[in-house]
DNA sequence: CAGTTTAATATGTGCAGACATATACCGGCG
DNA sequence: CGCCGGTATATGTCTGCACATATTAAACTG
């Protein structure tokens, strides 16, 4: 019997992909070694890594040197969402986009923020609240602190024509960010920007982004209710 | 002027980063080709791809062949989250886990289950109501439908040793899943459950798995009030 | 026999060269 | 002028080889 080669990284990665699902090697057993696995395929060893490598990154194998590889015990399954530019989410829906400034002031901010942040206290910040709407309708209500230190230029921006988020992304270099996901029950102020019933459960994504400079910005999305993030495997 | 040569792919990638923070390539332009780049960093061409492609995976780059590698202009941000293994994301935070079923029966379905899971109306699934607790207090409260056609073995375990999850990842090889995650307002049942007033905003994870062979469990996760998901970069 | 050094080995990475593939661009044709 | 097909080109990938690095297992030593 001759098995037919497989030489491309996809195809190793593939048939690797069935052993492991139909259990021809078992969660935590070794698996042959990469020279072994070139052989049997008929490929390069090199090959054999990138198709490998891939599948360790993903959670389903466990690599170490010198000891070899061995199929995960439990594959920790990691998602990758996307996190949604809100104008392009709802024009990919079909739906006309707009956004509206509920109200823009330059206040001391909490402490809580200003630790967030990491401004000395008393320090002012600015502070914006807006709508973002689709075919009318309110979509997220996005509540937003910008350090205008690491940001001058946002002083002179009114937000009328685009909104904070699109304007960061195209002024500033963003180096990192930090993501929170969790639901919060509408109170006053969520529950009339929002029109729904107040103690409606909604989604929430707080999200900090920094430079190698400082803190810029740090807003909580707090989206409408029925809302969902999705995605597969 | 000698550029000291950087030729391990990480250096790559750091220094084609730092370009891109730092604006040298602004963002729609063209970079240099890879040749180029290989040749100013005095590397393989093979390096700089490897830096290249993982930086377009990341979402800071476009490429296309024949037409060259672009700054992405907005990057879309791609958020990796891992999907927790309750027991051990409790464990992990030094509490007691524990867990209990509280249901167990073999309905019909509603309608709206019997088409997620893709079994014909009137077949009846599995369901398991259990909770998930930490030091004692609830966690989470799993909501779970079997297809018993997928899992035969299903019916002859109890869970009372193992929870649902861990049972199903140890005992059936995945293929594929589907993640949704969102907010609800706890109802009487929640709120009973996870001892929390109705009315509190909840965080909720809903995951449906399958392999080629169809349709394997459905389950939706209602996170005790004040749960956050969190991810970095 | 416990502790330490040394060697063996699997993965990780780099290189040069070659070919594969998608596609932007240009020139020809109706 | 618009359509169509050919061609150049940048990225995508494979190969065979070499060396680097982490880690285990064996050998050695007091």
Chains 1, 2 share one sequence.
């Not at 439990?74 to 509920?102: S, W």
Request: charged letters at 25%.
């Amino acid at each position: 019997m001759t098995t037919p080669e497989i030489n491309t990284w996809q195809g190793v990665q593939e048939e690797v992909r069935r052993r492991i699902t139909q259990r021809v090697w078992r969660p935590g057993e070794f698996i042959p070694h990469e020279a072994d696995l070139a052989a049997e395929f008929g490929c390069a060893r090199a090959t054999v890594n990138r198709a490998l490598r891939e599948l360790a990154e993903a959670g389903l194998l466990d690599r170490r040197r010198r000891a070899g590889t061995r199929v995960a015990v439990n594959p920790v399954r990691k998602a990758q969402l996307e996190i949604p530019v809100i104008r392009e989410e709802i024009v990919a829906k079909g739906q006309a986009y707009g956004h509206r400034v509920l109200s823009r002031e330059m206040p001391v901010p909490p402490a809580e923020v200003a630790a967030r942040m990491q401004v000395a206290p008393g320090r002012k910040l600015l502070h914006l609240r807006t709508l973002h709407t689709a075919d009318g309708a309110p979509y997220v209500y996005e509540n937003r602190w910008i350090n205008p230190e690491a940001v001058p230029a946002v002083l002179a921006e009114d937000f009328s024509a685009i909104s904070p988020n699109e304007w960061l992304v195209r002024e500033v270099p963003f180096e990192g960010g930090d993501f929170t996901f969790s639901a919060l029950s509408a109170g006053g102020a969520e529950a009339e920007v929002l029109s729904c019933p107040a103690g409606t459960g909604l989604f929430v994504l707080d999200r900090t982004t920094w430079t190698g400079a400082g803190m810029i910005t740090s807003v909580r999305l707090v989206f409408h209710p029925g809302y969902r993030m999705h995605t597969r495997l």
